[in-house]
């Protein structure tokens, strides 16, 4: 059974910086590249949104929000996936969620506040 470990969420102060990781355990490099990854979140009140998101056999694709300040990458040796969150704002406070395939992580709390 796929496990997503993620990792990194906290409180930041406006104007910061953040990187989430996310594990995709229990699988190979092969299928591990094989799906579609990215980020969601969710803040209060608000449905999920989607932040970034790498397609497999496909490009990049951020969020009119976050495109410029935050970047998606991947490591398939380690089977990991990051958000590097820069210039933080107090809106990109939110829960932020990996998802890979059909797989969602429990969850981060991303706090940008001063």
């Known amino acids: 059974q796929v496990q997503l470990v993620e990792s990194g969420g906290g409180l930041v102060q406006p104007g910061g910086s953040l990187r989430l990781s996310c594990l995709v355990s229990?699988?190979?490099?092969?299928?591990?590249?094989?799906?579609?990854m990215g980020w969601y979140r969710q803040a209060p009140g608000k449905q999920r949104e989607l932040v970034a998101t790498?397609?497999?056999?496909?490009?990049?694709r951020y969020s009119d929000s976050v495109a410029g300040r935050f970047t998606i990458s991947k490591d398939n040796s380690k089977k990991k996936v990051f958000l590097q969150m820069n210039d933080l704002k107090p809106e990109d406070t939110a829960v932020y969620y990996c998802?890979?395939?059909?797989?969602w992580g429990k969850g981060l709390l991303v706090t940008v506040s001063s």
């Open positions: 790498i397609p497999a056999g496909g490009s990049t």
């Open positions: 229990r699988q190979i490099t092969s299928t591990f590249t094989s799906n579609d």
């Open positions: 998802n890979w395939g059909r797989s």
